[in-house]
């Protein structure tokens, strides 16, 4: 994958991010879900500093953090979609 691609794929979390604060519902947790795991797997091109070091080739790098935000903004759209339903 080019870094193209990620850039294209890390703008789509942010929208799916964005439309989750503006108009939280079902569609966009589960849209913000799906790009924020898709990015873990395809962030290689620009990836950042490795922050920490499982072996030689795995680790957590700067913008897995870009993934834990969305799925966790994405936890909380799914508690106000809950509360609104109740």
């Known amino acids: 994958m080019d870094p193209f691609h990620a850039l294209v794929l890390l703008n789509a979390v942010f929208a799916c991010a964005a439309w989750s604060l503006a ?4 569609a966009a947790a589960i849209a ?4 924020s795991i898709l990015w873990l797997f395809f962030n290689h091109p620009i990836e950042g500093k490795v922050l920490y070091s499982i072996d030689y ?7 897995d953090f870009v993934s834990a935000a969305g799925l ?8 106000r979609c809950r509360r609104v339903g109740s």
Request: proline fraction near 4%.
């Open 23 to 26: 108009k939280p519902s079902w």
């Open 72 to 79: 966790l903004l994405a936890g909380v759209t799914v508690i």
């Open 57 to 63: 080739e795995t680790g957590l790098t700067e913008s």
């Open 32 to 35: 913000l879900i799906t790009t």
